[in-house]
C-alpha cells in the first residue's frame, strides 16, 4: 500500500533556505505542583535545543507548557484549599494559573531557555483546537457515535481489558471490588456515552510506513515497543469527545456545545498552536507550513502511545507530516518506585535547584539519566557525583589555573604547536610525557565525539568524555607541578638570568596554558548541561562572546599560529562550583 505521508504537502526545500529548527517537550499537567521528572524531560529538550543553537541553528523553537483541561485537573483545582468545592471556571482557571506559574517559574531558575510556553487554556490555542478539529471533520476522519468502558481519570483514556485488573478490598460493608489499570494502578470508572469517533483504525499501515525509519523512535528499545503495539494490537477507533456536562473543564465540540473535545487531542494540538500552523488565515483551515513539522519530540515513556499512535494519525488525517522524530526518556524512581503525586514520593525540584544550584540539578540529571531506563533518585548519589565531579575535578582546576600563587599575573598564557610538541617528546620525565599525551589525545577527539553524542541525545555520554578529558588534565597538572615551578620562579626573580629559568618558565607557561585550553574546550562543550557554570567559566578565561560556538570548541589554541598571552576576567578567586556538606557532617 502506498502511505498516505509521500502524498503529503512538504513544505520547504532542503538547500534552497534554512528551515526552523523545531523541538518540544509534553505539556505538563497542571493537577499538581512540578517534581524532578517533569524538569528532567524538559532539562532534556533544553540541553537538545541550546546544541542546536551552539551549532548555528537560528529562529528556532522550543516549545513546552502546561495542559490544563479535563477531568483531572478539574478534580484538583477542588480539592485546592483556596478553591471552592463545586465546580467554577472562574476558580479552576485561578487554580490553573498558579500551577502554571509554577512550572514556569521552576523552568526558568533552571534556564530551560523556551521560546513558547503553550497553555491549553490560552486564546490563541483554543482556536487552534477549534481549526483542527474542523480540519480533521471535513476530511472525513470524525464520525458519531457512542463508547462503553473503562476510562481512567489519572490517565485521561479509556482502558482495554487487557490493561485493567480488579482489585478487591475488604471494608466495614463488606468486600469491595474496583478496577484499575495494571500500567499506573489508578482507578477506573465504568462510562457509557455518546461521543465522537476518530477513525484511528484506518492509519495503521500509515504508521508503520512512518516507522519505516529506525531514527523516528530513539532510543530503538522503544521503536520496537512502538511497533509492537501498533502490529500486535487491533487498532480500533478513538473517541476525540466527551459529553460536557461529564467533561466541564474542556474546549467545546465546534457547533456541538453537548460535547467537550477529549484532552487528548486539545493538549496534543498544543504543538501546532507553538508552530502557528493555523495562524496564517483567520477565516479558513489554510496551514503555515513554515514550522512543520517537529524535529524532535522529548516524551516520556507513559506517554508513547499518544504521541506514537494517536498523534501522528491525527497529523495525517489533515495532511499534516508526523514529527521527524521523537525521543522517550525513562523515569526517575524513588526506591525503585516511580515518582508521582499519588503515591506522594515526589521530589520537589524547587528546593533542590536551592540546595545543589540549578546547574548542579541539571548536571546530575542529564548525566545520570538515560533514556533506555530508570534513573533511582538519592541526595546521597547527588552529593557524591556534585562533589566529585563539578567542585573536585571541573571547579578544582579552574581555581587551581588562576590562584594568585601560580598565576600571578592573571593570564591565559601563549601556546603553540612548538610547545605543544615539546611537551609530549621532551626527555626529562616519563611521567609528564606520557600525561600530555594521553591529555593531548582525548582532548583532540573530544569535540567529535561530543558532537555524536549531542546528535543521539545521549548527554550522560558528553559528560562521561568531558570528565575523562578533565581527569586526564588534573592528571597532567599533577606530573608538571606548576606550584613547583612558580616557587622556583619567585626565588629567582632577583637573579633572573639564572640557569635553567626558561625552562621553569617553560613548565610553568604551558602547564597553565594547556590546562585552560582543555577547561576552554570543556566549557565550550558543556554549555547545552550546564549553561551558568560554562558562562561562569568561559568569562573567567576571558573567551569573547562570539568564540562560544560549537566550531569554537575544535579550533584549539595552540594551532594556526598559536595564542599569545590573554588576561583573565577575573577579579578574586571564588569557586565554580562549591563543594556540598551532608546535613550532619
Ligand atoms: N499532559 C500530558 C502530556 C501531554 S503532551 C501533549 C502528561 N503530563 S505529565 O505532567 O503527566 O507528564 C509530563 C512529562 O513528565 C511526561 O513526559 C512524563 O513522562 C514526564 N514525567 C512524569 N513523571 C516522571 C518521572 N517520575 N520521571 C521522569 N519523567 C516523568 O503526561
Known sequence: MRSRISKLHVPYFYGIFVRTYYISTPIFYVNASPHVGHLYSAAIADAAFRFQLLTGSKNDIFSTGTDEHGLKVERASRKNENSQTTFTPKDTLDYCNKISTEFSSLFKKCSIDFSDFVRTTDTRHKLTVNKFWQNLKNNGHIYEGSYKGWYCVSEEAFLKDSQLKEVKSEGSSGVKSKMVSTESGHTAEWTEEKNYMFRLSSFKDDLLHWLRDERVVQPAKFHQILKSMIEDVSLGDLSVSRPSDRIRWAIPVPGDASQSIYVWVDALANYLTAAKVYDESPENLEMNL??????????????????????????????????????????????????????????????????????????????????????????????????????????????????????????????????????????????????????????????????????????????????????????????????????????????????????????????????????????????????????????????????????????????GGGKSANPLAMSQGSPLFKRIIRDGS
Open 290 to 559: 513554515n514550522n512543520w513539522p517537529p524535529d524532535l519530540q522529548i516524551i516520556g515513556k507513559d506517554i508513547l502511545k499518544f504521541h506514537g499512535i494517536y498523534w501522528p494519525s491525527l497529523l495525517m488525517a489533515v495532511g499534516l507530516e508526523p514529527p521527524r522524530s521523537m525521543l522517550v526518556h525513562s523515569h526517575w524512581t524513588v526506591d525503585g518506585v516511580k515518582m508521582s503525586k499519588s503515591l506522594g514520593n515526589v521530589v520537589n525540584p524547587f528546593d533542590l535547584a536551592d540546595q545543589y544550584t540549578p546547574d548542579g540539578l541539571r548536571y546530575f540529571l542529564l548525566r545520570e539519566g538515560v533514556a533506555h531506563s530508570d534513573g533511582n533518585y538519592s541526595d546521597e548519589k547527588v552529593i557524591t557525583i556534585l562533589n566529585a565531579e563539578l567542585a573536585d575535578t571541573f571547579g578544582n582546576l579552574l581555581n587551581r589555573c588562576t590562584g594568585s600563587s601560580i598565576n600571578p599575573k592573571k593570564e591565559f598564557p601563549s601556546l603553540d604547536q612548538t610547545d605543544i610538541d615539546n611537551l609530549c617528546s621532551c626527555s626529562c620525565n616519563q611521567i609528564q610525557n606520557e600525561t600530555a599525551n594521553a591529555l593531548l589525545e582525548s582532548l583532540l577527539s573530544l569535540p567529535d565525539k561530543a558532537k555524536t553524542y549531542y546528535s543521539h541525545n545521549e548527554f550522560n555520554r558528553v559528560v562521561d568524555a568531558v570528565m575523562g578529558v578533565l581527569r586526564n588534565t588534573n592528571r597532567f597538572f599533577e606530573a608538571h607541578r606548576p606550584w613547583d615551578a612558580a616557587k622556583q620562579l619567585r626565588k629567582m626573580s632577583s637573579t633572573s638570568k639564572e640557569e635553567g629559568a626558561s625552562d621553569i618558565q617553560f613548565v610553568l607557561r604551558t602547564t597553565l596554558s594547556l590546562s585552560m585550553e582543555s577547561l576552554r574546550i570543556c566549557g565550550l562543550i558543556m554549555q547545552p548541561i550546564i549553561p551558568k557554570l560554562s558562562t561562569t567559566l568561559l568569562d573567567t578565561l576571558n573567551v569573547p562572546n562570539n568564540k562560544r560556538m560549537w566550531s569554537d570548541a575544535s579550533q584549539f589554541c595552540w594551532q
